[in-house]
Nanobody
């Protein structure tokens, strides 16, 4: 069982920045694809970005168009942690942000498919005020 713990959420004004962290209880390097999802009130969960690092299996972090250029996804292999650096946030970024892990890191069709991720954190709330 993989335990994931998110942190870093809070309230921020539009245009501000926030950095989310997700710490995994197991080694993720060369083992898991990691991802961030978010879910706003009354909305379905949507993918934000996905990352995998491993020997010979690294792939560039993938971000959806709505956050590309504003958010940055990264992974610290030694700390078993992924980060979502959120810059120039907008009110529509308001959501609960979830960290997820999927051992089937090589299946591209699953990179931002929430149903494919068996391991989830409890989420951290991000509220962006205008």
């Amino acid at each position: 069982q993989v335990q994931l713990v998110e942190s870093g959420g809070g309230s921020v004004q539009a245009g501000g920045s926030l950095r989310l962290s997700c710490v995994a209880s197991v080694k993720i390097y060369n083992r898991y694809r990691m991802a961030w999802f978010r879910q706003g009130p009354g909305k379905e969960r949507e993918g934000v970005g996905s990352i995998h690092k491993g020997f010979g299996t690294d792939s560039p972090p993938y971000l959806v168009d709505s956050v590309k250029g504003r958010f940055t996804l990264s992974q610290d292999n030694d700390k078993n942690t992924i980060y979502l650096q959120m810059d120039n946030v907008r009110p529509e970024d308001t959501a609960t942000y979830y960290c997820a892990a999927n051992i089937n890191w090589w299946v591209k069709s699953q990179w931002l498919d929430a149903s494919a991720y068996p391991y989830w954190g409890q989420g951290t709330q991000v509220t962006v005020s205008s």
